[in-house]
């Protein structure tokens, strides 16, 4: 099983970002995903989930309305398109997958079994 996550960079605030995670998991179109986010000297916080079949999102309060989280069963992917963003959108951004297939979605990093390595998303003031 791997996730590889791609599509951070450094952005103006207000700027666009579409991170992308592709995963190499049998069951994916059955498996709900997270995305999560960990700031310097900060623990990794929620940022956004999805159902394994799509039709469930849930964001946290400080990305709603400016994240759009959403998925491709047919490629193995998870997108994370992220507008509007701020300084404080700066951190590595993991997406996750949770295990068993069929399981919700989760906002609890520890429910979710496998995870990525991480892009760099750097928002400059």
């Known amino acids: 099983v791997q996730l590889q996550a791609s599509g951070g960079g450094l952005v103006q605030a207000g700027g666009s970002l579409r991170l992308s995670c592709a995963a190499s998991i049998p069951t994916f179109s059955r498996n709900a995903m997270g995305w999560f986010r960990q700031a310097p000297g900060k623990q990794r916080e929620f940022v956004a989930s999805?159902?394994?079949?799509?039709?469930?999102?849930s964001y946290s309060d400080s990305v709603k309305g400016r994240f759009t989280v959403s998925r491709d069963n047919v490629k193995n992917t998870v997108y994370l398109q992220m507008n509007s963003l701020k300084p404080e959108d700066t951190a590595a951004y993991y997406c996750?997958?949770?295990?068993?297939?069929?399981?919700?979605?989760?906002?609890?990093?520890?429910?979710?079994?496998?995870w990525g390595q991480g892009t760099l998303v750097t928002v400059s003031s």
């Open positions: 999805i159902s394994w079949g799509g039709s469930s999102t």
């Open positions: 996750a997958a949770r295990n068993p297939p069929l399981y919700p979605a989760s906002s609890n990093p520890t429910e979710y079994n496998y």
